[in-house]
């Protein structure tokens, strides 16, 4: 069955200090996962899209990398305003493209 | 501005009650959707649409209908409310996969409770 699973559920951290959110996935055939953003009552932002192992993408203090098994968030240096939950996802090619499998997301809280 | 706009952003309904939650998309994506999100599960898909006259039904379809006239509109309907419909409804659009970065847009919300 395909599985999506994040780690930690929740991160506190102090500001400036970097860390590291985890997803790591079982599927039968891996076309692309995404990772978004989702602020309290709001709706979940996109961040990335990440289609093979190896490649990485960049935005402002986020790095997101890709394995075959897993998929890494990298926080550098964070600001309080990067606290959030974030959640990640990938199609699940057993039904269907149109059909995401999703994480429980990680909530990330950043303390001045 | 760009995006997907949801309404209402929130809803209180009597349990039998029907009613429709809006969802309009400007950026001309083929494929819309509908999710709920619950403490503790997540998001879940209610029901997709990969183009006008064409929907599906995604991981818990039970007690909604969909319908899709138009590339911009995705509305759902509640057919009759039973509290365990209380949740928050996403509405998502993108492009279809294959068409390049097909990164989901999502609405705002609506909070709806079921007394």
């Known amino acids: 069955e395909d599985q999506v699973t994040q780690s930690p559920e929740a991160l506190r951290l102090q500001e400036g200090e970097s860390s590291s959110l985890n997803c790591s996935y079982t599927v039968s055939g891996l076309r692309g996962l995404f990772w978004y953003r989702q602020d309290p009552g709001k709706g979940p932002e996109f961040l990335f899209t990440l289609y093979s192992a190896g490649e990485e993408k960049e935005k402002e203090r986020l790095k997101a990398t890709l394995t075959k098994k897993e998929s890494f968030l990298h926080i550098t240096a964070p600001k309080p305003e990067d606290s959030a939950t974030y959640l990640c996802?990938?199609?699940?090619?057993?039904?269907?493209?149109?059909?995401?499998?999703w994480g429980a997301g990680t909530k990330l809280i950043i303390k001045p | 501005n760009a995006g997907v706009t949801q309404t209402p952003k929130f809803q209180v309904l009597k349990t039998g009650q029907s009613m429709t939650l809006q969802c309009a998309q400007d950026?001309?994506?083929?494929?819309m959707s509908w999710y709920r999100q619950d403490p503790g599960m997540g998001l879940r898909l209610i029901h997709y649409?990969?183009?006008?006259?064409?929907?599906d039904q995604g991981e818990v379809p039970n007690g909604y209908n969909v319908s899709r006239s138009t590339t911009e509109d995705f509305p759902l309907r509640l057919l009759s409310a039973a509290p365990s419909q209380t949740s928050v409804y996403f509405c998502?659009?993108?492009?279809?996969?294959?068409?390049?970065?097909?990164?989901?847009?999502f609405g705002s919300g609506t909070r709806l409770t079921v007394v």
């Open positions: 950026m001309n994506h083929e494929y």
């Open positions: 649409s990969v183009g006008a006259g064409i929907t």
């Open positions: 996802a990938l199609p699940n090619l057993r039904d269907s493209n149109y059909q995401l499998i």
């Open positions: 998502a659009s993108s492009y279809l996969p294959g068409s390049g970065d097909y990164g989901y847009t």
